[in-house]
């Protein structure tokens, strides 16, 4: 809808419906990814997750996507994204403890 809804609701979008579809598939995906990480740790902490931000913003940024706009491949930031896995994988295996890891 962008910055305009005024605007897109005259272009003849139905703007009530799109919002309203954008939150129920939000919710939906933000659900499924609740039960994902209590089936894998066993606890529903609401303070989990937290550094999951700045790791997808780090994947971003090492597959090559500039913060400040610009061009950026998807299969960079997939490449980005899986550096930062085996790191924080490689860190849980050899016992480096969570609050060093951030």
């Known amino acids: 809808m962008g910055n305009n809804p005024e605007a897109t609701r005259l272009v003849g979008i139905p ?15 933000y659900g499924i990814a609740s039960l994902l990480a209590v089936s894998r740790t066993g606890v529903g902490d609401p303070n989990a997750g937290q550094t999951e931000n700045l790791d997808a ?3 971003v940024v090492l597959g090559g ?16 994204a899986v550096v930062v896995g085996v790191l924080r994988n490689g860190l849980t295996l050899m016992g480096v403890s969570s609050v060093y890891q951030c």
Do not use: K
Request: glycine content about 20%.
């Open 15 to 29: 703007t009530d419906r799109v919002l309203l579809g954008v939150y129920v598939l939000a919710g939906v995906f």
């Open 57 to 59: 913003i780090t994947a």
């Open 65 to 80: 996507t500039s913060l400040f706009g610009g061009r950026g491949v998807i299969l960079g930031t997939l490449i980005g």
